[in-house]
């Protein structure tokens, strides 16, 4: 079996180790023998490219970088739609969450057009505001995990001041433990469409959360390959350490 990966903008959207995702990404599918190939979507790469592919990623970065890749990510934004609705599986994280929804306002009042990928918006109150930062547990929707019993929860760091309010047509990834979530307010974290994720999980995520990179992977196998995908077991014991490790300082009991 074979996955083709669209690693967008890692020049640009690759902020709070979020190139940890594409790492841990490789090598559960190389683990299982599984053959792997990233393909990296920069400024002007032709569509066609990213249209070969089986999962996307796309990590969060500053506010200059995500105005420099604001005006390509529109080009390119029919097909991103079109793969999304097909169920081709993605990961957005922060900045790229942001981008795939309805808008985004800026503290003095400007708006700044999404992609309309996910129903939410963003809206930043401005530097009188405190970010939302720290380590987060989230209880998440079993559905998500590919493993369970490795764990219910998704472990990760958060690093944002915009707030994100969810609308009706997309789901939240899970219900904030300890932490902030999307807007620190409503315990929501992340959103989900079809088999599409957008989180403020950084850390980075997949590698706290082998459970969720496994229900990547077999999702995007699924629907390449269109059977049912029982992946080979691998030994997460060093994860599971890490796992309880922060959940026992943010003072939940796994």
Not at 117 to 146: A, C, M, P, W
Not at 207 to 212: D, L, R, S, T, Y
Not at 237 to 245: C, L, N, P, R, T
Request: aromatic residues 12%.
């Amino acid at each position: 079996m074979k996955l083709t990966i669209a690693w967008l903008y890692p020049d640009l959207m690759n902020t709070y180790g979020d190139r940890g995702n594409i790492i841990t990404l490789t090598r559960r599918c190389e683990w299982r023998g599984i053959d792997i190939i990233i393909k990296q979507i920069v400024l002007d790469t032709p569509v066609q490219e990213l249209q070969s592919c089986d999962l996307i990623f796309m990590g969060g970065a500053q506010d200059r970088q995500q105005k420099i890749v604001a005006y390509d990510l529109r080009k390119k934004a029919g097909t991103i739609s079109d793969m999304v609705e097909y169920g081709i599986p993605g990961l957005y994280i922060c900045g790229a969450f942001q981008f795939l929804g309805n808008y985004y306002k800026e503290a003095d009042g400007s708006m700044i057009e999404g992609l309309r990928i996910f129903d939410l918006h963003t809206i930043n109150q401005g530097f009188h505001v405190k970010r939302l930062i720290g380590n987060v547990v989230v209880e998440s929707d079993k559905r998500y995990l590919y493993n369970p019993e490795f764990s219910k929860y998704m472990i990760g760091f958060e690093n944002h001041g915009g707030r994100t309010y969810l609308g009706k047509g997309v789901k939240p990834m899970g219900r904030v433990v300890s932490g902030f979530g999307n807007n620190g307010v409503d315990g929501t974290e992340g959103a989900v469409y079809k088999n599409s994720f957008g989180s403020y999980l950084h850390g980075p995520i997949l590698p706290k959360n082998p459970h969720f990179t496994d229900y990547l992977i077999a999702r995007a196998l699924e629907i390449k390959y269109k059977e049912k995908i029982q992946l080979t077991s691998l030994d997460d014991s060093m994860e599971k350490q890490a796992h309880i490790f922060i959940a026992k300082r943010l003072g939940v009991k796994l």
